[in-house]
């Protein structure tokens, strides 16, 4: 069974990630939403293991000051799966 990380974040917060993460969906907060759950919704009916992840924008930017890591969606995924997988 595949597992697949979703990242769990606060209205708040996904408008502070539009801002500081390069390439974040620029959707408004429950269009996003919906489009996660949705995205969810499919990858379970695939029987995949479903892990929400936490991450707010200070742990973001402090993962990025630490490594030297690019402010990109790419970075968010990673730190997403990587939380995820501890």
Do not use: N
Not at 8 to 25: C, G, L, M, N, S
């Amino acid at each position: 069974m595949a597992t697949q990380y979703f990242p769990k974040v606060t209205a708040a917060d996904h408008e502070v990630f539009q801002r500081i993460v390069r390439h974040y969906p620029g959707r408004p907060y429950a269009e996003w939403q919906e489009l996660q759950a949705k995205k969810i919704a499919d990858w379970a009916s695939r029987r995949s293991e479903i892990v929400m992840v936490d991450i707010t924008p200070d742990e973001f930017t402090a993962h990025c000051e630490r490594t030297g890591a690019r402010p990109d969606i790419s970075t968010f995924t990673a730190i997403i799966v990587a939380k995820g997988s501890r």
